[in-house]
């Protein structure tokens, strides 16, 4: 079964899949370790491990080198951050080819002017909602596998308003969308308003201090949401231990002791390293006694 397969039967399933976002293959190993049933490879912390904010500076090869490096990397759905789709209609016909050949379960693609920039923060532009709308008819009908999920994001509620930003939800879903992703509603009545206005699956965006309102995960479930990404816990937290930890060693001038006290077996462990040890001679045939040889 393919990890499009797979999400699509989650999606079948009672209730509000939850994906946690993860920049590189460790994150992804510990959102399997953890027992979530999906990844989302943020394009933010993607960016980040770059050296770059959300701006829209990262190419599609570099985003679809991480998707697939995550999703070799663990059994789970992989949804990916495709942005804009990287150009027009035609720029996103080969946009969705390049991921869904990386093995991913569905991308999202936005109608952010380019560059884009991160959906919680100010000054966003959109383009017209045809010129978008044309991406999401190429991204559908580029995709070879029809189990492969396309899902199209709107910004527009930051620019111009709710109402727009449903009506878009609509439109791309009426053009094949398999789900709607509406941006940054700013109130907890938008985003109750969400699910009940737009005809299809939504998702929602959990950002810690952005422009939606904090909600327990279980309340956006009866709302009637069908997945939510929770792409900058791991990166925001792995900012905050690491300055935390660098300011510690330059104060104490001894080694700080991790969190959890994880030891270096332990961390290999994390990636992998029994699975590996188990494979050690796996492949070598005994050599032969001398008895035998004589």
């Not at 909602?129 to 580029?142: N, S």
């Not at 422009?211 to 069908?226: F, I, Q, S, V």
């Amino acid at each position: 079964m393919t990890q499009a397969s797979r999400f699509r039967e989650l999606l079948r399933q009672d209730g509000m899949v939850v994906a946690p976002g993860a920049y590189d293959c460790i994150t992804a190993k510990l959102i399997a370790q953890a027992g979530f049933d999906a990844v989302y490879m943020t394009g933010a912390g993607t960016a980040a491990t770059l050296g770059y904010p959300d701006f829209g500076l990262v190419t599609m090869s570099e985003m679809v080198g991480n998707a697939r490096r995550l999703a070799a990397a663990v059994e789970l759905p992989v949804i990916a951050d495709a942005d804009t789709g990287y150009g027009n209609e035609l720029n996103v016909f080969r946009t969705m080819r390049e991921y869904e050949a990386a093995g991913v379960a569905g991308i999202h693609i936005e109608d952010q002017g380019f560059p884009k920039k991160c959906g919680h923060l100010d000054d966003k532009e959109i383009v017209p909602r045809e010129d978008w709308l044309a991406k999401i008819r190429a991204a559908v009908a580029a995709r070879r596998n029809p189990q492969f999920v396309v899902i199209a994001r709107t910004d527009a509620r930051a620019v111009a308003g709710f109402d727009e930003a449903v009506a878009r939800a609509n439109a791309a879903l009426a053009a094949g969308a398999d789900m709607a992703f509406v941006e940054a509603p700013q109130t907890v009545e938008e985003v109750a308003a969400v699910p009940r206005l737009v005809n299809g699956p939504c998702l929602i965006n959990v950002v810690y201090g952005g422009k939606t309102p904090d909600l327990d995960l279980r309340e956006a479930e009866r709302m009637g949401y069908k997945l939510a990404i929770v792409p900058g816990l791991l990166v925001q937290c792995v900012v905050g231990i690491c300055e935390q930890k660098l300011a510690e060693l330059k104060a104490i001038h001894r080694h700080p002791a991790p969190p959890g006290g994880v030891t270096v077996r332990q961390m290999f462990q994390r990636v992998g390293a029994d699975e590996w040890d188990a494979r050690r001679g796996q492949f070598r045939t005994a050599l032969p006694t001398r008895d035998a040889a004589e």
